[in-house]
């Protein structure tokens, strides 16, 4: 039995993944991490980090559902890290220090070519040149029966719903609103996907769309 290609990802009221002006001090774009204000107190979160406690509710227990029976991850080039063109002396290894969040094989879009990189706590990086077809086949093969969730950023998820891969989507909708950055949706036929779960907390609303039949 084959996995499901998931997405959980954060978005603004009008639409933005990301604020604007990404950089090495914003990764999230200029106020991004607004997007995250409701996931940070989690006991998920805190886990993730290495401190003890934090809250229970409807958003650990959507962190906790994001989480869980996921074998690989797939991201863009830009959510690995800031580093364009080539990739230089290979000194870039992440955002996430030694010991990144993941635990399992993540396969990295990119045009450049690098052997992968093998962190501590079971995540190798994979890099691929073949575009989003050659990193979904991977993942299969490195998840087997777990699903794939696609990290991000917003144009690498644009792909894999506009080709018609993804089989559900959980959005966690905040109350902000942006104007400028890294929109999620432009451009994407949504008539395949249907809403089936509705739940919000006092910052968020969760929001999961599933695709029809799937």
């Known amino acids: 039995m084959t996995g499901k290609l998931r997405v959980s990802v954060a978005v603004s009221l009008d639409g933005?993944?990301?604020?604007?002006?990404?950089?090495?001090?914003?990764?999230?774009?200029?106020?991004?991490?607004?997007?995250?204000?409701w996931f940070?107190?989690?006991?998920?979160?805190?886990?993730?980090?290495?401190?003890?406690?934090?809250?229970?509710?409807?958003?650990?227990?959507?962190?906790?559902?994001?989480?869980?029976?996921?074998?690989?991850?797939?991201?863009?080039?830009?959510?690995?890290?800031?580093?364009r063109g080539g990739w230089g002396d290979e000194s870039w290894t992440g955002w996430w220090g030694d010991d990144p969040v993941y635990h399992h094989p993540v396969f990295v879009l990119t045009h450049h070519e690098?052997?992968?990189?093998?962190?501590?706590?079971g995540t190798t990086f994979h890099f691929v040149t073949g575009g989003i077809e050659d990193a979904l086949a991977q993942a299969?093969?490195?998840?087997?029966?777990?699903?794939?969730?696609?990290?991000?950023?917003?144009?690498?998820i644009r792909q894999y719903l506009q080709a018609g891969h993804v089989d559900t989507m959980h959005l966690a909708v905040v109350p902000v609103?942006?104007?400028?950055?890294?929109?999620l949706l432009d451009g994407v036929d949504s008539d395949g996907y249907v809403c089936t779960e509705?739940?919000?907390?006092?910052?968020v609303t969760h929001v999961r769309f599933d695709r029809s039949g799937g």
């Open 198 to 203: 509705l739940v919000a907390s006092e910052k």
């Open 114 to 121: 690098r052997e992968p990189v093998e962190m501590k706590g």
């Open 16 to 37: 933005y993944m990301a604020g604007p002006d990404q950089s090495l001090d914003a990764p999230l774009g200029v106020g991004g991490a607004r997007l995250h204000e």
């Open 177 to 183: 609103l942006f104007g400028r950055g890294a929109r």
């Open 40 to 83: 940070y107190p989690t006991r998920t979160f805190r886990s993730m980090v290495g401190e003890e406690g934090g809250t229970t509710g409807v958003d650990d227990g959507v962190a906790i559902a994001a989480a869980a029976g996921v074998g690989a991850t797939i991201m863009g080039r830009n959510m690995f890290g800031p580093v």
């Open 140 to 156: 299969r093969a490195a998840a087997g029966d777990a699903d794939i969730r696609i990290g991000g950023g917003a144009a690498t």
